[in-house]
């Protein structure tokens, strides 16, 4: 354990080097150093505080740019709406201005009509009445004759249940038949393995 060995306090004083057994002496900061430290701490913090300011200003008014847009616009559309609604007004106006007229006008006509052309209308009224009348009656009496007519149609072309039965007799017997072959078919091919 000496000079030479590596692990130990005096080895490593002899090369020079420090690990478990030689520990470094921690320097002590000057002054100065902490001095610049500080300068520097409080540099960044001012600078940080200058550009998260500005960044504060440019928010606020592109903030109060959109504000006033915002409000510039609901004016446009606030106006937009009050002028459809003069117009809407207007024309709502006109429309019961002619209406009036009209109906004024009908009045005239009908105070100038002689008693007699306005009997001569009611009857002309009345008769056309009669007619669509007399007319849904035919109808309406058509339409029993007509079911008759294919009432009797589907009884002639329905068949009568004997001739069902046989039908289905037949079908039974041509079923088996075509079993049995079947089964005489099968009974052959196992005789032949």
Known sequence: MGKGDIKTKRGKIVRGT????????????????VKAKEAKAEAEAKAKAEVEAEVKVK?????EVEAKAKVKEEAEVEAEV?????????????????????????KKTEAEKKPVEIKKETEEKKIA???KATAA????????????????????TEKKPVEKKKETVVKK????????????????????D
């Open 82 to 106: 009050e002028a459809k609604a003069k117009v809407k007004e207007e024309a709502e106006a006109k429309v019961k201005a002619e209406v009036k007229e009209e109906a004024e006008e009908v």
């Open 129 to 131: 009445e009669k007619k």
């Open 59 to 63: 928010e606020e008014a592109k903030a």
């Open 137 to 156: 009656k035919k109808t309406a009496e058509k339409k029993p004759v007509e079911k008759k007519k294919e009432t009797a149609v589907k009884k002639a």
């Open 18 to 33: 420090y690990g478990v057994r030689r520990k470094r002496e921690k320097r002590k900061e000057t002054v100065m150093a």
């Open 173 to 192: 017997a041509a079923e088996k038949k075509s079993e049995n072959k079947a089964k005489k078919d099968g009974s052959k091919e196992s005789d032949k």
